[in-house]
């Protein structure tokens, strides 16, 4: 596996949530705090850039206080609680969405419309609360989300058969479809992504893709791949971002992200 350059002077790390940082049971690594203590320390900044929601992971991360988060997939960054950058579709879209989502009930799809202010959904029964809750924690029900009068970024399709590649092929939407996880489908503005978000980041801070390391395993990370020389794709990754990426670290199994970041920081070339 590899490392970090000793001699490279990296300002940002930026790591998506599932499947990369969290470990098996979907949980931050307790070895992590002390890490990201040391990361802060040197003044690195430590950014996590998911699929979640702004709300969820400024509560999962509460105890770093005011960081820089990349969420909903790259359609919003927050710098604390400063709006850096927000993507904003188009009302017919979302009506179109909507509308595709509720003929597709045999694939047991559940809508997430993801607004600036909070997520709205319609379903309430206890499968599809379970599936939202990880990722989702400001969450409102309505009776009918074609109401819904707040701006949205992103909307996120949960599909309880896991039929992702029959959901995203029944959007015929003039959106960006995105398989995100085994069970989950986006759906955004074209052009927008992680890359796009990491990259609105490094230029408000004056960051540069040769000062960044990024870390991810899904499709959906594969332009923030493409925006940092130190990238790395975790040894269980999709075979697309192990090609992308410039180096490999270990499996999320085995806390691969603290082992790179660790190593790099003690100055060390080999884990």
């Not at 039929?163 to 959106?175: C, G, H, Y």
Request: glycine content about 8%; proline content about 3%; some cysteine.
């Amino acid at each position: 596996m590899h490392t970090i350059d000793p001699n490279a002077q990296i300002k940002l790390v930026a790591v998506d949530m599932d499947g990369t940082f969290l470990d098996g049971q979907g949980k931050i690594p307790e070895a992590a705090w002390a890490l990201i203590d040391q990361l802060q320390a040197r003044g690195i900044k430590f950014v996590p850039a998911s699929g979640r929601q702004f709300a969820t992971l400024r509560e999962q991360f509460a105890q770093l206080g005011d960081i820089a988060i990349i969420a909903e997939n790259g359609t919003m960054v927050m710098n604390g609680e400063k709006e850096i950058y927000s993507n904003i579709i188009d009302p017919a879209a979302v009506a179109s969405v909507i509308q595709a989502v509720q003929g597709q009930s045999s694939l047991d799809a559940g809508l997430v419309l993801c607004g600036r202010r909070t997520a709205y959904v319609e379903r309430s029964d206890e499968a599809f609360t379970a599936a939202v809750a990880p990722y989702y924690r400001a969450v409102q029900v309505v009776e009918d989300l074609s109401q819904v009068e707040d701006e949205i970024i992103k909307m996120a399709i949960n599909v309880g058969t896991g039929a992702v590649k029959e959901m995203a092929a029944a959007l015929d939407v003039p959106l960006q479809v995105v398989i995100s996880g085994s069970h989950w489908v986006d759906a955004m503005n074209h052009g927008v992504h992680k890359g796009l978000a990491l990259n609105a980041l490094q230029e408000k801070l004056g960051i540069t893709a040769d000062e960044t390391a990024v870390f991810g395993d899904y499709p959906n990370d594969l332009e923030m791949i493409k925006a940092a020389t130190y990238s790395f794709a975790m040894a269980n990754a999709h075979p697309v971002v192990a090609e992308a990426a410039n180096f490999t670290a270990p499996s999320n199994l085995e806390h691969g992200v603290l082992q790179v970041l660790g190593a790099y920081l003690d100055g060390r070339e080999q884990l």
